[in-house]
């Protein structure tokens, strides 16, 4: 999904996927325009920047940045753009993602990047915080968030423990 994207997905790496492919399948289940990429802050830092500007004129509202190791990733584009910013830790050294969560939430004062929590459940949860953000101004998304909620609570309804 590319046209009209509201919500950008960006990764370091193409082996943080495993990781934020759970923002991407949150995106898709709720019907929110999007665009996932793989740029990197110090990989490929002119072609991060020119996506970033362009994705914002173009009207992106939220960006979803995912990145482990010393990760900037989430930071730089907070730099270039007023848009939100959600930062996603992943565990790809041997610090097991610590290093990415706090080069994350440390941010200096004056350039906010929320951030979730390592690793998949963060991914999932930056894809639902979009789309909150986006559900106060989209009465429909707000009502398909309604209803995703709604049925994770009958999921543990339903839930049995062995006799
Ligand atoms: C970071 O380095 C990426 O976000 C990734 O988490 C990590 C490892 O990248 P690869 O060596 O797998 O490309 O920049």
């Known amino acids: 999904m590319s046209n009209a994207a509201l919500v950008g997905v960006v990764?370091?790496?193409?082996?943080?996927?495993?990781?934020?492919?759970?923002?991407?399948?949150?995106?898709?289940a709720l019907e929110i325009p999007h665009e996932a990429r793989v740029l990197s802050a110090h990989r490929t830092p002119d072609?991060?920047?020119?996506?970033?500007?362009?994705?914002?004129?173009?009207?992106?509202?939220?960006?979803?940045?995912?990145?482990?190791?010393?990760?900037?990733?989430?930071?730089?584009?907070?730099?270039?753009?007023?848009?939100?910013?959600?930062?996603?830790?992943?565990?790809?050294?041997?610090?097991?993602g610590m290093d990415s969560l706090l080069s994350i939430v440390q941010m200096p004062k004056g350039i906010p990047v929320g951030t979730l929590a390592i690793g998949k459940a963060g991914a999932a949860n930056a894809a639902l915080l979009a789309a909150e953000i986006l559900a106060g101004t989209d009465a429909a998304l707000y009502k398909r968030l309604a209803a995703w909620r709604a049925a994770r609570a009958q999921e543990v309804l339903e839930q049995k423990l062995p006799e």
């Open 11 to 28: 990764m370091g790496s193409k082996s943080d996927y495993d990781v934020m492919s759970a923002a991407v399948e949150i995106l898709r």
């Open 47 to 96: 072609e991060l920047t020119a996506w970033v500007e362009t994705s914002t004129a173009r009207g992106m509202r939220v960006m979803i940045a995912g990145a482990g190791g010393a990760a900037h990733l989430a930071g730089v584009i907070a730099a270039k753009t007023l848009m939100p910013v959600l930062g996603v830790p992943i565990a790809a050294t041997p610090l097991n």
